[in-house]
């Protein structure tokens, strides 16, 4: 079985958006929107570990030993 490509960040928001469009426009059958629901969570939840992954590379820092530093505005 051929392992399914992973979809980019902006990929899976756009099916995501799709989806809630289609949801929105009260046209789907009953069945249909259940399951379109229920892709549209794995995707919402797909989108919210790609943030959460990106937010933590971004507050991290390696200083000039190669050491990993949490990132704090200093104020």
Known sequence: MAKEKELSFEENL?????????????SVPLDNAIEEFTKAMKLAKKCDESLKNAEEAITKLVNESGEVKDFKVEE
């Open 14 to 26: 756009e099916q995501l958006e799709e989806i809630v469009k289609q949801l929105e426009s009260g």
